[in-house]
């Protein structure tokens, strides 16, 4: 019959970051099988009994009847295992009956199951409750004996390693969680014995991965359960008491930054409870702080989780914001100005997270400031001239930076023209083999300062003056770029209104969504960037006026195909959302212009 560690073992392999294995697993269970003086423990036990029989009559044992049994001193049977239980130190075969029957007295103890239900549940969260309570007895009772309790405590951690097959069973969390067992095992998280914690910590991992089949109820019963049980904070003590020097401790605290993760990843409203632990905040933000080369797994793992919490809700941007996490990841992704991460390694993923997060916190108004406090934006336009992995992602950074709703972005603007980033931004935008990506950010920034720099200031006058130098030729880019964008969007457009023929009203409406999304990819959203920065040209420069009105009837076009697209975007706009009201506004004050 299968084994309980074989179907373990069978259980589905998830797509989300899985520990990578430090250790030969035959050298872990070599290790497992020899005591402190490097033998075999079962070996030793012969030995020991051997030497206490001195009445034994001396001289070689007689051979044996059957020739496939007897013992054969030093030398191997042909058919025994080098590799084997005892390495070569030969027993007997009625020695070694025996010795199996001492570690295994029923094979049939551990067969599994046959169904998995709450009659079986119950019985066995009985079974784990009394492992519990005795293994917490005979350690207050023998608190300096610990061969007292050693035995009560291999039957705990095996009862834990057996809970996990409840991952495949998540219909029966409700009542797991019901019967007290949640709390029983978030408890065992305090444990003295940090094999057994870590135990623990791995079930629960187990349990929460976004991989177990579980629908919201099943999930969200037994998250409350784990989060009333003060499992925050429980993590919290394991990650300071336990030591990153030991693989075993390396091993749970990453299980442990799993199990936040998880979290994260099922309900806004669990990453912001997440969000209000400041212990955990801190302690993640002290763990990319702590040097090593190279970067290890755990590092990158507590940015990767940083990243997801800000993704998450602007309330936890904020939060993470109050504890200063825009200066420490700005002096993070510093030393990434001239030099690169390893290629396809943990610090490039690590790099890429710390920048994921900048970017995402940039997103809040209140935020945009510490940003530019910070000397964010002097860094980004470092990288944007001299960095290479770093600058694509230094130019996504600056872009979330100069934009959103309302004035916000208008300090960040100022502060890129202040800092001479008007010529690293233009430099990089007449380059001839710029990818789509870096375009897009590029416009998007064009589109940000000419909306927010105020009129006829300093800043804003230096801004128009590099679309008109060099006679207008950053303007004909423009214009070029917005034929490209059309004819791919058009494209689409043609396939749509081919699809709509002979449909209805329903199954338009049905489609909706989906067509759009198509637009959208063939760069529906850039074209309308493009066409908004064409409009400011338009309305602020006569010369630029002319040069954009002469390029457009090189292809039959006039001015009214950028009105018409600037139309389409204030009529998407929502009438009822009162923060759009300023770019209804002033998209509609650029319509005057293209008349």
């Not at 629908?215 to 998250?223: E, H, I, K, P, Y």
């Not at 590092?299 to 602007?314: D, F, G, P, R, W």
């Not at 290479?388 to 979330?400: F, I, M, N």
């Not at 929502?574 to 319509?591: F, G, H, N, Q, Y």
Request: hydrophobic residues 40%.
């Amino acid at each position: 019959m299968t084994s309980i560690d074989e179907l373990f073992k069978a259980s589905g392999v998830g797509s989300k970051r899985k520990l990578e294995p430090l250790r030969d697993p035959n050298e872990i269970y070599k290790s497992a099988r020899l005591s402190s003086n490097g033998q075999s423990s079962r070996h030793a036990r012969v030995e020991d009994e051997a030497a206490d029989k001195d009445d034994v009559e001396a001289g070689p044992v007689p051979p044996p009847d059957d020739e496939n049994e007897g013992d054969y001193g030093p030398d191997l049977p042909p058919d025994d295992d080098e590799e084997g239980r005892f390495y070569g130190g030969g027993i007997t075969a009625q020695e070694k009956d025996a010795l199996d029957y001492v570690d295994d007295p029923d094979p049939t103890a551990n067969a599994q199951p046959d169904k998995f239900d709450s009659a079986w549940l119950r019985r066995t969260a009985l079974n784990f409750e009394k492992r519990i309570s005795k293994n917490a007895e005979l350690r207050a009772k023998f608190e300096d004996q610990p061969q007292k309790f050693i035995s009560s405590e291999a039957e705990l951690d095996a009862d834990i390693k057996a809970l996990s097959i409840l991952s495949e069973h998540p219909e029966l969390y409700p009542e797991f969680a019901k019967l007290g067992c949640v709390a029983s095992l978030v408890g065992l998280l305090a444990h003295e014995n940090t094999d057994i914690a870590i135990d623990a910590i791995e079930i629960i991992n187990e349990l929460t991965d976004e991989d177990v089949s579980a629908d919201d109820d099943q999930w969200n019963a037994l998250v409350d359960a784990l989060l009333e049980a003060d499992l925050l904070g429980l993590l919290v003590s394991n990650f300071e008491r336990l030591d990153e020097e030991q693989e075993a401790d390396r091993s749970g605290i990453y299980y442990a930054i799993s199990i936040v993760e998880n979290l994260c990843s099922g309900r806004t409203a669990t990453a912001e409870q997440v969000a209000e632990n400041d212990n955990l905040l801190k302690w993640l933000l002290r763990r990319i702080q702590i040097k090593e080369n190279p970067v290890s797994q755990n590092k990158q793992y507590a940015a990767e989780v940083l990243a997801i919490l800000v993704q998450t809700s602007a309330k936890n941007r904020r939060k993470l914001a109050s504890l200063d996490a825009v200066d420490i990841m700005l002096q993070l992704v510093a030393s990434y100005r001239k030099r690169d991460p390893e290629k396809g390694g943990e610090e490039e993923e690590y790099m890429e997270n710390l920048f994921e997060a900048l970017t995402c916190l940039v997103d809040e108004p209140e935020i945009k400031t510490k940003f530019v406090a910070a000397e964010g934006v002097e860094l980004c336009l470092i990288m944007l001239k001299e960095g290479k992995l770093s600058k694509a992602a230094a130019l996504r950074l600056l872009d979330h930076a100069v934009g959103g709703p309302g004035q916000s972005g208008t300090e960040v603007c100022q502060r890129i023209v202040e800092a001479g980033g008007l010529k690293n931004m233009f430099t990089l935008f007449m380059k001839k083999q710029n990818d789509s990506q870096t375009t897009e950010h590029l416009i998007g920034m064009f589109g940000s300062m000419l909306r927010l720099l105020p009129a006829d200031s300093a800043e804003r006058i230096r801004t128009l003056a590099k679309f008109v130098e060099k006679d207008y030729e950053k303007t004909a880019k423009l214009v070029r770029l917005r034929r490209e964008y059309a004819a791919r969007v058009g494209t689409v457009d043609d396939a749509i209104r081919t699809e709509q023929n002979g449909m209805d009203a329903d199954e338009k409406e049905e489609m909706a969504d989906d067509w759009l999304s198509r637009r959208l990819d063939a760069g529906l959203f850039c074209l309308q960037t493009l066409d908004v920065v064409l409009a400011w040209l338009v309305a602020e420069d006569g010369g630029a006026r002319k040069t954009i009105k002469k390029l457009l009837a090189d292809r039959d076009e006039t001015l009214s195909v950028i009105k018409d697209s600037i139309q389409e975007q204030i009529e998407d706009i929502d009438v009822d959302d009162t923060e759009a009201k300023d770019t209804r506004d002033m998209l509609s004050t650029l319509v005057e212009f293209l008349q």
